[in-house]
């Protein structure tokens, strides 16, 4: 998932809030993973603020439980980091969201895609990652050994709170 709108100037960038827009697309984003029966075990979120604030908002949207490891490393990753960091994922979780930044977000939702997935999710994903964006993937096996073109690509939803 990319983090949702952020307020465009905060003392610095790491300090950015979400933008009331921001909160209410990621409750809107946790409403709808539960509604699609994806319940998280495990969560990976951004350090920064915005990352931070998004995945609140989707875990309190979403009545999710989880208690989110916070990764500096994933500020700055680029995609192949980001697998690395998904990859350290315990092997007792079945379901994990990931809350980063664009474009390392979109560069590895479309790393992951195998292709065999929802042909509609896979074209909409293609015409952007914008804010509050999420890819669903069905991923076999470990955590551990997940690669490029290895997961299932079962869903894209962009967040978006009825304006």
Same mark, same amino acid.
């Given at each position: 998932m990319r983090h949702a709108k952020a307020e465009p100037g905060g003392e610095t960038d790491a %300090?950015? #809030?979400?933008?009331?827009? =921001?909160? @209410?697309d990621a409750l809107e984003a946790g409403r709808w993973l539960a509604g699609s029966g994806f319940i998280p075990d495990a969560a990976l979120v951004s350090s920064v603020r915005r990352a931070r604030s998004t995945w609140? $908002?989707? $875990? #309190? /949207? =979403?009545? !999710? #439980? +989880? @208690?989110p490891t916070y990764s500096e490393s994933?500020?700055?990753?680029?995609? #192949?980091t980001a697998l690395d960091l998904v990859r350290e994922t315990s092997e007792d979780a079945d379901a994990l +969201? +990931?809350? =980063?930044?664009?474009?390392t977000m979109a560069y590895l939702a479309q790393l992951l895609d195998d292709g065999s997935g929802d042909d509609a999710a896979g074209r909409e994903m293609a015409t952007g990652f914008p804010t509050s964006a999420l890819a669903v993937f069905a991923v076999p096996g470990a955590w551990v050994d997940? @690669?490029?073109a290895s997961a299932? %690509? +079962? /869903? !894209?939803?962009v967040g978006r709170a009825a304006r």
């Open positions: %300090l950015r #809030e979400l933008a009331q827009r =921001g909160w @209410d609140l $908002a989707v $875990a #309190e /949207g =979403g009545s !999710f #439980e +989880v @208690d994933l500020y700055t990753a680029g995609p #192949e +969201v +990931v809350v =980063g930044h664009n474009p997940l @690669d490029l299932r %690509l +079962v /869903g !894209f939803h």
